[in-house]
């Protein structure tokens, strides 16, 4: 079992940057791809980024690309999103999510492990 918490979530202004931590307790990440989704009120969750066990192949969703960087550190357990350039429309509630496979997905249901999220607010 992983129980993931992330945190760094709040509110920033348009242009500024965030960067979001999953912290992972229970097991070990090496053996789990790891991707960040979110969610805005009354759309659905979508997939913002991945990553592969290995710390490899990141995978960006267009909407964030050239902005957002996934990253991660299997020793401290520990998966970051750095958000750069924020938008108004990246306000959602931000979640991080284990996958136990080699291959990284986009899709929520893929991944079995989820945190709670956090909020990402940023103001025009």
């Known amino acids: 079992q992983v129980q993931l918490v992330e945190s760094g979530g709040g509110l920033v202004q348009a242009g500024g940057s965030l960067r979001l931590s999953c912290a992972a307790s229970?097991?070990?990440?090496?053996?789990?791809?790891m991707g960040w989704f979110r969610q805005a009120p009354g759309k659905e969750r979508e997939f913002v980024a991945a990553?592969?066990?290995?710390?490899?192949?990141?995978y960006y969703a267009d909407s964030v690309k050239g902005r957002f960087t996934i990253s991660r550190d299997n020793a401290k357990n520990t998966v970051w999103l750095q958000m750069n350039s924020l938008k108004p429309e990246d306000t959602a509630v931000y979640y991080c999510?284990?996958?136990?496979?080699?291959?990284?997905?986009?899709?929520?249901?893929?991944?079995?492990?989820w945190g709670q999220g956090t909020q990402v607010t940023v103001s025009s």
């Open positions: 229970g097991r070990t990440l090496n053996n789990y791809a």
């Open positions: 999510a284990a996958s136990h496979t080699t291959v990284i997905y986009t899709t929520a249901k893929m991944y079995g492990y």
């Open positions: 990553i592969a066990k290995s710390g490899g192949s990141p």
